[in-house]
């Protein structure tokens, strides 16, 4: 099952994961979006010009310092995150449904050792 074919856009991972920190956070300059991210200031430039050629981010300049770009999440940019969402629970649906109650309840004790 391919998520992304569900929701009918092309992002990548990266390109959700600052959709998600956009939604956390609200509007970031450029230099915060590389800090959340971890990446260059070319990469988030890169990584931001791809998403508003698709209209899930907007750029908004200062009203007091026109030197200053913040990035927003777009109204389609929070539709696919939610999209996202709802898309990647039925993924999950899908195949939990294929285990018993018992082997949910191990998966679950598993799953919390993990990231003890």
């Known amino acids: 099952m391919d998520i992304r074919k569900q929701i009918n856009v ?8 600052l959709l998600q920190i956009l939604e956390h956070y609200g509007p970031l300059k450029m230099s915060e979006v590389a800090d959340h991210l971890q990446i ?30 913040k990035v927003a999440l777009t109204d389609k940019g929070l539709k696919y995150l939610l999209d996202l969402r709802e898309a990647t629970n039925d993924v999950l649906k899908h195949y939990y449904k294929k285990l018993t109650p018992e082997e949910l309840i191990e998966f679950e004790r598993l799953c919390r050792k993990l990231f003890e």
């Open 40 to 69: 260059s200031l070319g990469g988030a430039t890169s990584l931001v010009d791809r998403l508003h050629k698709i209209n899930l981010v907007e750029r908004l300049r200062s009203d007091e310092d026109r030197r200053v770009v």
């Open 10 to 17: 092309e992002v990548t991972g990266s390109q959700s994961h």
